[in-house]
């Protein structure tokens, strides 16, 4: 599956935002996504993720209650909805899959994904 991220831009501090991440290929309702970011200096962090098999949610603690990861299968297309944006969440975003009905409890870390976005970065300005 091939990943394109886009949606992300220049927003004031308090504002929003909608990441959106188109799949193609088949199958798209059977793969795990997630988000990451990645600030300048810093290694690529968890933001999100979706299962496949019952739409359950995880989120970081830094984005819990103004971020919501979400998808429809029909159009192919993973989001992440950005609300109360802060300066900390400057970065470059990246939308993720795994295939082969992923599951774990190692959801937050990069390495369990095989299929990555290009990135698209958002600039928070306070």
């Known amino acids: 599956v091939q990943l394109q991220a886009f949606g992300g831009g220049l927003v004031q501090a308090g504002g929003f935002l909608r990441l959106s991440c188109e799949a193609s290929?088949?199958?798209?309702?059977?793969?795990?996504m997630g988000w990451f970011r990645q600030s300048p200096g810093k290694e690529r962090e968890f933001v999100a993720h979706?299962?496949?098999?019952?739409?359950?949610?995880y989120y970081a603690n830094s984005v819990k209650g103004r971020f919501t990861i979400s998808r429809d299968n029909a159009k192919n297309t993973l989001y992440l909805q950005m609300n109360s944006l802060k300066p900390e969440d400057t970065a470059v975003y990246y939308c993720?899959?795994?295939?082969?009905?992923?599951?774990?409890?190692?959801?937050?870390?990069?390495?369990?994904?095989?299929?990555w976005g290009q990135g698209t970065l958002v600039t928070v300005s306070s």
């Open positions: 979706l299962t496949w098999y019952d739409g359950n949610t």
């Open positions: 290929g088949r199958a798209f309702g059977t793969y795990a």
């Open positions: 993720a899959a795994v295939g082969h009905q992923y599951y774990s409890a190692n959801y937050y870390d990069s390495n369990e994904y095989e299929y």
